[in-house]
């Protein structure tokens, strides 16, 4: 594990940022997002309501609905959907990937082929499918996002477990008659979760982005939910004469996700190296 130092520190500085907006967006927002203003409608960024003559610091869209406001509901939201999708499909891929490198043999082929099918399969196309079938919503976005997911953390956990497995201390362990549930949870995960941990931040990234792509679509959440994907799917018909509107929330995309694998390469320098 390498030092950390307040160069190292300053480099989350942006990640640290975004966090606490995202978190207490409610709180920061200067609108409700949903709150129409009819005269003000498609203000550019830096320009003021008609009726108040507050700052719409990020423009106003089609409705008069503030920009702003919007970005910072929609961000949380994301943030939720890729977290808690993240969780589920972390745990699996940790389960099964950790199951599958130790045991190996007919349970590793079992499940890397499973993996190897789903992988032939768009994840965008099996999300669709999904969707069409179960109906569109927060809960089941979720599962979609975490059904498409698990399958690369599984394998990085399993390729770390295969290291693991020729180490000194586990065949010790093995040849000492300790049972495999006993080698695996007091030997194997507490040796993995460093990769395991890096892994998972890094997949949130993934997790915005196709959550992102399927708002934007209109098979993720309601449209009446306030999604940065469904924002972009909103203003994709005005970028001729309100361009904010569209762009500024794939800006959004671009920099968290961005910013977040940043802050996992560090992360993973931090604890792997």
């Not at 709180?27 to 203003?37: G, K």
């Not at 362990?173 to 979760?193: F, R, S, T």
């Not at 794939?250 to 961005?258: D, F, K, S």
Request: proline share 3%; with cysteine.
């Amino acid at each position: 594990m390498k030092h950390i130092t307040w160069q190292n520190e300053i480099r989350l500085l942006p990640f640290a940022i975004i966090i606490i907006l995202i978190i207490f967006g409610p709180l920061i927002a200067p609108f409700d997002p949903n709150s129409q203003h009819m005269k003000s409608t498609l203000l550019t960024p830096l320009a003021h309501y008609a009726n108040s003559g507050k700052l719409a610091i990020l423009g106003t869209d089609e409705l008069g609905r503030d920009i702003f406001s919007r970005i910072l509901y929609g961000g949380q939201l994301s943030l939720l959907i890729s977290i808690v999708a993240v969780l589920v499909s972390g745990t699996i891929g940790l389960i099964i990937g950790t199951i599958s490198g130790y045991l190996q043999r007919f349970t590793d082929t079992f499940f890397m082929s499973l993996g190897d099918i789903q992988l032939s399969i768009p994840s965008i196309l099996l999300a669709i499918v999904i969707i069409s079938v179960f109906g569109s919503g927060i809960v089941n976005v979720i599962a979609v996002l975490s059904i498409t997911g698990w399958v690369s953390t599984a394998r990085v956990v399993r390729s770390r477990v295969i290291q693991l497995k020729e180490t000194d201390f586990i065949q010790s362990a093995e040849l000492m008659g300790l049972g495999h549930g006993i080698i695996i949870w007091h030997h194997v995960l507490p040796n993995v979760m460093n990769t395991f941990i890096t892994q998972e931040i890094l997949q949130i990234s993934r997790m915005i982005l196709f959550s992102a792509s399927l708002s934007y679509l209109g098979v993720g959440v309601s449209l009446s939910t306030i999604t940065w994907g469904g924002m972009i799917n909103e203003g994709q018909n005005y970028l001729q004469s309100a361009w904010w509107i569209a762009t500024i929330p794939g800006v959004c995309i671009a920099v968290v996700v961005v910013t977040i694998n940043l802050f996992g390469e560090w992360l993973q320098n931090l604890l792997v190296a």
